[in-house]
């Protein structure tokens, strides 16, 4: 049996376009757990008079990204943005680009993002995710004062658009395989070593189990349905 570690936003977003073949569907695979989460960060040059995505509202923005993903495509339909996407490789590419004003603002992963947070680099404008933002949260002191997506009054958004890395098998994996590896991932994300080394290399554990997982998955599948034609007009494809 083979099973992956994966993040299931995109392959979410292949399916709904029809880019998937034969009867593959995500909401099919077999969750085993998820082994973290990562809230994402919309943020614009340190220089910048914008200071909320409600600044942007009804604009248009050049956005600086490695690809177009449903994070930024959602977040401007729900807000009446128009997003001229220009893609770069890395992202210390879309920072310099809005760095030095070829573009208005990039978006990206906490866990990348915080490196380039700075008075002399970027500023945060929006944080998507379901923490809150307290002393708790890695990088608080560069994320102090940044609006949530609950605090502009989309907390639906929240657990949909942060990324989340997953542990799946195939569809219908028998109950006597699935039972065993799932408490062997969930055992695995509680042994204090493996969260120690996680630690030590600056990653998160957060961890969920295979039914929370799996409910997660279907809730992430249902809200994309809904922006299909916001995500199809964003990839020139409607």
Known sequence: TKI??????????????GRTTGDFDIRDLT????????????AVAADSDVNSIEDLEGQSVKHAGQDISPIETIVYDTF?????????????????????GDSDITVSSLSSMLQYLGEDQLKPILFVGTEEVNEDLLGYDK?????????VGHEE??????QYRVVAGPPEMPDCMSTILSDAVSKTLADEEFVAEAEKAELRVIPEGADETTTRIAEIYSTFEKYSDALK??????
């Open 4 to 17: 992956a570690s994966t993040e299931p936003g995109y392959a979410s977003v292949n399916q709904i376009l």
């Open 31 to 42: 969750y085993l757990g998820r082994a973290t989460i990562d809230p994402q960060v919309f």
């Open 80 to 100: 009446g943005i128009k997003g001229d996407f220009i893609l770069h490789d890395a992202t210390s590419e879309t920072v310099l680009a809005v760095r030095r």
């Open 143 to 151: 994320l102090k004062g940044v609006e949530t997506i609950t605090d």
């Open 157 to 162: 958004l929240g657990a949909v658009l942060e």
């Open 233 to 238: 007009r964003a990839l020139g494809e409607g």
